[in-house]
């Protein structure tokens, strides 16, 4: 079955500091995907990055970076001088990529806050 | 913008009392998603709609009703709310080509519901 862990449950840091949340995942499929969203106070889930079993490349996006090692099965996700606007929950997320049921599984959140 | 919509963001309903919840889409996504998320909890998918066919999730009570009346909406219907109930709803939607990858899910802002 799978299965997305997030093992921390709460962060907070300060303004500027860097940060990493982990996300560690168990599928028996050889294709998958991997997500992160982010979920503000607001509520609304927002994606952020989709990666594929296949493509371990670390991909970089202004402030946010994400580490993909199947080796670890691990997809980490690393904010650099974060700011206030990043306080939100961040969930990570798999999915099969084929199959009549189009599920995502989603880890059980990490809430970051960012004090100023 | 092509996005997803929620009506209402926040609906309170009695105990018992049938209770309706809208998303609405204009990305012409042929997938459409109904989660539960409660409380410091990750989002619990209930049922989804490939184009017309309704996929229920085994665990999803029956007091849950959707109906799809074309590609833009969606409904969520509970029946009978209890108390259990009040949470967060989140619609999604993702294009699916049937032998293609898995795509993104994107989401709307949610509907909080409150049970009284």
């Known amino acids: 079955a799978q299965k997305v862990t997030q093992a921390q449950t709460e962060i907070s840091v300060v303004e500027k500091e860097d940060v990493t949340l982990d996300c560690v995942y168990e599928?028996?499929?050889?294709?998958?995907?991997l997500f992160w969203y982010k979920q503000p106070p607001s509520g609304e889930l927002v994606f952020l990055i989709r990666?594929?079993?296949?493509?371990?490349q670390n991909e970089i996006s202004g402030r946010y970076s994400w580490n993909f090692q199947k080796s670890t099965s691990s997809f980490n996700f690393t904010i650099t001088a974060s700011q206030v606007v990043d306080s939100a929950v961040y969930f990570c997320a798999l999915s099969e990529a084929e199959g009549g049921s189009e599920k995502l599984v989603f880890g059980k959140g990490m809430k970051l806050t960012v004090n100023p | 913008d092509a996005m997803v919509i929620q009506n209402p963001r926040y609906q309170v309903t009695q105990f018992g009392k049938p209770v309706t919840l809208s998303c609405s889409q204009t990305?012409?996504?042929?997938?459409m998603y109904w989660y539960q998320q409660k409380s410091s909890q990750a989002p619990k998918l209930l049922f989804h709609?490939?184009?017309?066919?309704?996929?229920n999730e085994a665990d999803t009570p029956d007091n849950f009703q959707s109906r799809r009346p074309n590609t833009s909406f969606c409904f969520l219907d509970i029946r009978s709310p209890g108390l259990g109930d009040a949470a967060m709803y989140l619609c999604?939607?993702?294009?699916?080509?049937?032998?293609?990858?898995?795509?993104?899910?994107?989401f709307g802002p949610g509907t909080r519901l409150t049970v009284l």
């Open positions: 990666r594929n079993s296949f493509d371990e």
């Open positions: 709609y490939y184009d017309k066919d309704f996929n």
């Open positions: 990305l012409n996504h042929n997938v």
């Open positions: 999604a939607t993702s294009i699916s080509r049937g032998t293609s990858p898995t795509d993104t899910q994107y």
């Open positions: 599928t028996r499929d050889t294709t998958y995907y």
